[in-house]
DNA sequence: GTTATTATGTAATTTAATTACATCAAATTG
DNA sequence: CAATTTGATGTAATTAAATTACATAATAAC
């Protein structure tokens, strides 16, 4: 266990200046590593014999190997703890807080997803007619996005936000079709039958939802994030970056299957927007 | 680069006591980064200036600065490298490459985001009339996940992905209307101008955007994110995850602001949605 | 309410690092 | 080849940083 998730760990048996010393360093860790005892002092409003302390706690010689021990903490990748935001948070924390908590959600979607249903999917999306997203509140964007990744394949994609758009499209769905339902709680009724009846109508129905939801059971293949929500802030966060990193899997997917000819063509997609956009040359300086 | 390809690199630029310093190091680094300068000296046999001139040669503050950069180079290999993904890459080749490669861009971002704006935008945010998110292409998707948190703060948002409605709007917008606008380059022709109209018409504009771009120098404040770009794939991938997750902090930070009542209200927004899902009980077993 | 224990801070001490300066070595020039 | 300059290196003094020892305050136990 590294320095810094140590501290992480304990933090409950600090007292209350070593509290204070704590917050600090997990708030600015980098700042920390480039500060002397006293600045670090200060900025806890503790002495600086405290922080010695704080650091022979953690089983370190003192305050400069401390220091070695949290650069290399965070030379590691830096742990992605997933801290949940407080009250009375100021902007470093919270900013520092949801940053990690990202991180952290996509190492274990990372650990969690399936590579064999990735490699399915793929395969599947390779061979549609049509690819249809489907999503709805904060989904809605992640099928959005998808759509402007896929459209670019040359493959006829379509993406409703309208749960009105998103049925009679279902409905017109036939063999060959692929519709991807995206939900996080994969709970969401309208969205259900979406997928129930596009399968009725013969199309395969890829679900990004949790696993052993509703929305699983009525598709043909479920990929499964489960990534841990901070529900405090009753927001979709860390799910839907999650979801996304997968839509980007699952394109990048597509276009090495195509081979690397099907690349130019992206690049001429790319090459569509010059036009449109300030050339980079009449600012350099 | 880091310190310890740093002196291998530049080994021939050394004087001869400056070599015999950088042999002794390459050879026992660990035991370096737990010695005093006293100490180094004597095993390089030079005087202990001449090693606090060799950590200076090498961009570092002094002997202490050096120590902790060596002790980052020596924490292995940073497991989040932006590794890019390759012709050849299977299924968990690209898929562990494409988490790695957002992971390792969030925490880019995270170093290189400036927390004082932040702050000021969370300011701008909270005291807003009204708050109109725009974006184009992949940015459009990033705008409307922007209106979903947002719209919950009982504040009027508006979303458009539509460069007419964008246009009216803007020149609707007034004194104390707040705009975003979303662009990773910060290059797109459409985006500057809509960023300028509404600022002719006083709102503030915030833009989400490369710093020192053409979008930029529109922007009343901006928040600069600088991640690096996989281009090889022709599409915005980790940029835009990038760009979601500050919009998750400018939504933290704006219901951190508005105080513990506030956060009722968006238990609220959650519950509605109880009619719309298969509870959990439902499934639980 | 008193005592013991732990936590924290102040001031002194020690240790480490840096600076300023002197000396030496090598290179360059007349 | 001697003289001068430049750059490299070391010595000693200085400054900065960290640690220790001790005193005081807070807390818990009796």
């Given at each position: 266990m590294n320095v810094l998730e140590k501290i992480v760990s304990s933090v409950t048996s600090f007292s209350k200046s070593e509290r204070k010393v704590a917050d600090v360093i997990l708030a600015n860790p980098q700042i920390t590593i480039h500060s002397s005892i006293a600045a670090l002092a200060k900025m806890a409003d503790v002495s600086e014999p405290t922080v010695n302390r704080f650091c022979r706690r953690l089983d370190t010689k003192g305050f400069p190997d401390f220091k070695l021990h949290l650069a290399q903490s965070l030379a590691?990748?830096?742990?992605y703890v997933n801290r949940h935001v407080e009250e009375e948070d100021g902007p470093e924390a919270y900013t520092a807080k949801i940053f990690e908590s990202t991180m952290a959600a996509l190492d274990t979607a990372r650990q969690r997803v399936d590579i064999n249903t990735i490699n399915r999917a793929v395969d599947v999306l390779t061979q549609a007619k049509k690819i249809s997203f489907f999503g709805l509140g904060a989904s809605a964007s992640v099928a959005h996005d998808a759509q402007n990744k896929f459209f670019r394949f040359n493959v006829p994609v379509v993406c409703f936000d309208d749960i009105v758009m998103q049925r009679m499209s279902a409905i017109n769905s036939s063999d060959g079709d692929v519709v991807v339902c995206i939900s996080h709680?994969?709970?969401t009724k309208n969205l259900c039958d979406i997928a129930a009846i596009a399968r009725e109508n013969d199309a395969t129905v890829i679900g990004i939802t949790a696993y052993d939801s509703p929305l699983a059971r009525e598709c043909t293949l479920v990929l499964s994030l489960d990534v841990p929500e901070d529900t405090d802030m009753y927001m979709p966060m860390a799910s839907r970056v999650a979801q996304l990193v997968l839509i980007d899997i699952l394109a990048t997917g597509f276009t090495l299957r195509r081979g690397s000819k099907f690349r130019e063509n992206l690049k001429k997609v790319k090459d569509s927007l010059r036009g449109s956009r300030f050339e980079k040359k009449d600012f350099a300086n």
């Open positions: 590691n990748g830096t742990p709680t994969g709970r």
